[in-house]
């Protein structure tokens, strides 16, 4: 069988009404393109007839997850899964245009990811507010210098992954992960489609998730191989400011004749010691954490079907 050159990878979950008509979408697309492809479909757990219609298509490689472990989660099984040396991603809603590709992929010539940019948005008012909202927060965060880090529409060079793990809603992060990783970035103003069919899985639940993931991310950057650097750190100047200014109540208790009875200083001054140290214990077990940490993947793949 010949090796696939490109590879679609599309996560879906409970998206029954739209997967067919966006793989034959994508098989236009594929065609057009003149090299060997495969297009990979994540079902994420669907409890619709997502998967029913996903095993009427051909060709199409269907992951289907145990259980919904969301958007991240299934983009890094498909990713892990493709076999291209090119991967582009998909949202399974139909609201990103296949169309588009054919223009990303004349602009990844001296690139390693081209991003899409839904430059007119069809969401709805609120959910635009919020991802201004998240987009204000990203700036000074993580500054990836992407207009639009939601859009999934995106196109990958394989190696762009080597040891990249996805979970959460970090799939948002990804392009400033890779250019903090040296990986060269642009972007394309692509179509953004109403969606026909179904219903949003976006909430504020995953706004929130989302804004956790970009401080762990933010964190990760900063501190991954160096956390005793943040905890040792704040640790010692704990130590420090207590027992100077211990030292302080003890002289004036000495030599100025100052009661510490009933005072609250003495109080902080333990505490903020033995806090201190106890920063100082964590952030050296946190290093031994980094150090000895396994990865794992945070989904279990449950089948694998593929219909040529």
Known sequence: MTKPYFSFIVPAYNEQDNVAPLHKEIVAVAKKLKK????IFVDDGS?????????????????????????????????????????????????????????MLAKLDGFDVVCGWRYRRKDSPG????????????????????????????IYKKECFAGLELY????????????????????????????????????????????LD????????????????????????????????GLYLVIRRLFFNYSLADKIWPLIAVTGFITGIQLLVFGLLANLIIKSEKKHDFYRIKKVISNS
């Not at 959910?127 to 995106?154: N, P, W």
């Not at 990783?181 to 394309?188: C, D, K, S, Y």
């Not at 401080?215 to 040792?232: E, N």
Request: aromatic share 12%; hydrophobic share 40%; with cysteine.
């Open 214 to 245: 970009m401080l762990d991310v933010w964190f990760w950057r900063k501190y991954q191989a160096r956390p005793l650097h943040l905890f040792g750190g704040a640790g010692l100047f704990l130590i420090s400011f207590s027992s100077f200014f």
């Open 127 to 154: 959910k635009r507010f919020i991802s201004q909202g998240a987009k204000f927060f990203r700036s000074f965060l993580v500054a990836d210098k992407i207009h639009d880090a939601g859009c999934t529409l995106r």
């Open 168 to 211: 959460g809603e970090m799939h948002r992060m990804i392009p400033a992960l890779l250019a903090w990783n040296g990986f060269r970035l642009t972007e394309v103003k692509v179509n953004h489609r109403l969606r026909k069919s179904g219903q949003t899985k976006y909430s504020w639940q995953r706004t929130f998730k989302g804004f």
């Open 47 to 103: 409890t619709d007839n997502t998967l029913k219609n996903l095993k009427k298509l051909s060709p199409v490689k269907i992951l289907i997850l145990r259980k919904n472990s969301g958007q991240s989660a299934a983009l890094d099984a498909g990713i892990k899964a493709a076999k291209g040396k090119i991967l582009i991603t998909l949202d399974g809603d139909g609201q990103n245009d296949p169309a588009d590709i054919p223009k």
């Open 36 to 39: 060997p492809y495969e297009i």
